[in-house]
């Protein structure tokens, strides 16, 4: 089974619009790390927000806010006021603990977003 | 702070030769992990590293390995190259183990022709 699933491959916005990203993950580890990632066409990886299994709220970072529902094994990112800027590959990662240690950090195939003026 | 840095940037080899890349972490990180991304199989774990032990391993052949130095810098190296190796590698290093969020480098594009 796929541990982590993003549905969708590619998406547009308007500009100025929030858009949502999915992500779903498979764990039966209590402690584990969710992650979202940007790739723009240039390559690098940029880290935009992480959310720990046990943290209480949902994890904002500026524009960025991850909805996470536990029970439902989902981690959306909501990207509020998009901007021509944020057209990129997105990814969905996640880290799983388990006794004491840590296992590798397992990526989703990423959403490709595209913002439209 | 600088970032993490990876040497080189581009790389084109032939067949059957073999390929040393470099990552220097995040001054302060200790931890620092490989991997492969390719259209086909997008990214896929390699390797990771903390504190020069190598702590998780991806489902790679024999012809990928690592280190990481008393510096936290790490190399991997691929020996025997493959047309399928061709891919961006990236590294990325984080402060500590565990589910602590790591950050990339540009990472290297190899080419094996």
């Known amino acids: 089974a796929q541990k982590i699933t993003q549905t969708q491959p590619g998406m547009f916005v308007q500009e100025k619009e929030a858009v949502t990203l999915d992500c779903t993950y498979d764990?039966?580890?209590?402690?584990?790390?969710l992650f979202w990632y940007k790739q723009p066409s240039s390559g690098e990886m940029i880290f935009l927000i992480y959310?720990?299994?046990?943290?209480?709220q949902n994890a904002t970072e500026g524009r960025y806010s991850l909805n996470f529902q536990k029970a439902r094994k989902s981690a959306n990112l909501v990207i509020s006021a998009s901007q021509l800027g944020d057209s990129a590959m997105y990814f969905c990662a996640m880290r799983e603990g388990r006794d004491g240690g840590y296992q590798k950090v397992t990526f989703g195939t990423g959403t490709k977003l595209q913002v439209i003026p | 702070k600088a970032g993490v840095t990876q040497t080189p940037r581009y790389l084109i080899k032939t067949r059957g030769q073999q390929v040393t890349l470099s990552c220097s972490p995040i001054?302060?990180?200790?931890?620092v992990s490989w991997y492969q991304q390719t259209p086909g199989q997008g990214l896929q774990f390699l390797f990771e590293y903390f504190s020069e032990t190598q702590r998780n391993k991806g489902n790679f052949p024999g012809r990928f390995s690592g280190r990481q130095f008393s510096n936290s810098r790490s190399e991997m190296n691929v020996s025997t190259l493959e047309l399928g190796d061709s891919a961006l590698y990236l590294c990325a290093s984080s402060l500590r183990e565990g589910p602590d969020t790591q950050y990339f480098g540009p990472g290297t594009r190899l080419t094996v022709l």
């Open positions: 959310q720990g299994s046990y943290d209480q």
């Open positions: 764990t039966s580890d209590p402690s584990y790390g």
């Open positions: 001054s302060g990180h200790r931890s």
